[in-house]
């Protein structure tokens, strides 16, 4: 069974540090969505692409976080300069198409550690 | 405004029978999701409503309501494996991403 598969799994840090995640969505999934988890919180949308181009990055704190998905397929979430605050689940999610009769596959997440 | 609420936690024993609430507030509405999360890993989806009623899948079912706002996972035969988080989500105004609540954590013991 195809899955999103992100890396790394684990990433520890210190504050004003970059660090950067990767994301590959299942194979022909034109949607592409990351979203940041906080421990005991729901999910919340920091960008979501489809194809290559951003659909909607209003949540993403655009001074230190950058995401580029540039052939459509993978995808990278940078932080550059990292701060306590960004410690949380980095999860990475793909659907065949945006919208609402797609469900959303979720990847392992990365989990960040800012010290 | 966009906003989902489900109860913190929630305790249960094996064999019994739990529903966990979701009340959800949406401008415009395009279907509600359930996801099961278990500590330390990513969500995977349970069901989708998008039609009022009853959606049964096994031991789970889930039910909208789409004139009250709210939804429910109804888990039969409870299981120690089904200790985990339950993520209420909808769709955001554009239809496109997902809206998740804080999500309710049942803990099933023997």
């Known amino acids: 069974e195809a899955e999103v598969a992100q890396s790394p799994r684990y990433k520890i840090t210190e504050k004003s540090q970059a660090v950067a995640f990767w994301c590959d969505p299942i194979s022909g999934h034109a949607t592409l969505y990351w979203y940041r988890q906080i421990l005991g919180q729901g999910p919340e949308l920091l960008v979501q692409f489809q194809d290559e181009s951003v659909v909607d990055d209003s949540q993403l704190p655009k001074d230190r976080f950058s995401a580029e998905r540039l052939k459509g397929v993978d995808s990278t979430l940078k932080i550059q300069p990292a701060e306590l605050g960004d410690s949380a689940m980095y999860l990475c999610?793909?659907?065949?198409?945006?919208?609402?009769?797609?469900?959303?596959?979720f990847g392992p997440g990365t989990r960040l550690t800012v010290t | 405004g966009q906003n989902i609420d489900q109860p913190t936690e929630m305790t249960a024993t094996e064999g019994a029978i739990v529903q966990i609430n979701c009340t959800y507030q949406t401008s415009g509405f395009n279907g509600l999701f359930w996801y099961q999360q278990h500590a330390g890993e990513a969500p995977t989806f349970l069901s989708y409503?998008?039609?009022?009623g009853l959606e049964e899948k096994g031991r789970f079912s889930s039910f909208l309501s789409r004139s009250k706002g709210y939804s429910y996972l109804l888990l039969k035969e409870l299981q120690m494996k089904d200790s985990a988080s339950y993520l209420c989500?909808?769709?955001?105004?554009?239809?496109?991403?997902?809206?998740f609540g804080k999500g309710t954590t049942l803990s099933v013991s023997s």
């Open positions: 999610a793909s659907s065949p198409r945006s919208g609402s009769s797609y469900e959303q596959y």
């Open positions: 409503n998008v039609l009022d």
């Open positions: 989500a909808a769709f955001n105004q554009a239809g496109t991403a997902l809206i």
